[in-house]
């Protein structure tokens, strides 16, 4: 496979649509086992999510919902510092079983801005899947219950994460050239 160049960066391929593929199908089955009669619903968020979320609910074989919701960041007061909430957010958690679904924890900043909004709702239990982590530039106590791939701290783009606004449609993941 070749680099692409998208704007003014060029990008090398990095993970494979077969290796994304096979590693998706192992993490839907242990999805599969988690939550059997459990109905657990996904929430995926927007933009960079639904290439993944839409792959990993296509292989779960047991009962269970997925939404999307967008999330808007803004500065809160002193007291209640950065507020991440979520636009679209109509379904009841009350009870249920949540899987937040993200493109990348990279710092963890946003999800755990964001999760306390979906503890508020009092769902029965609340795990995150994302599709990459990337450990070394975790700041925030937040932690993937379900991860596709661990990668080092360099930005990626493909299979729904972009870069300013090009690359989504990739199916296979590239890294940024040094
Ligand atoms: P965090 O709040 O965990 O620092 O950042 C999460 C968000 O930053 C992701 O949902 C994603 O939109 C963006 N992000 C972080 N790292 C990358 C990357 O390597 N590539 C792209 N395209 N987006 C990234």
Known sequence: MA???????????FISREIIRQRILSLAGKINHDYAGKNPLMIGILNG????????FRELAIESEISFIKLASYKGTSTTGHVVTAIGMEENLHGRHIIIVEDIVDTGKTLSAFLPEIHQRQPASVKIATFLTKPDALKFDVKAD????EIENKFVVGYGLDYDGLGRNFPDLYILKS
Request: aromatic share 22%.
């Open 3 to 13: 680099d692409v160049l998208i704007h003014d960066k060029v990008f090398t391929p």
């Open 49 to 56: 999510s639904f290439i993944f979320a839409a792959d990993l």
């Open 146 to 149: 379900y991860c596709c791939f």
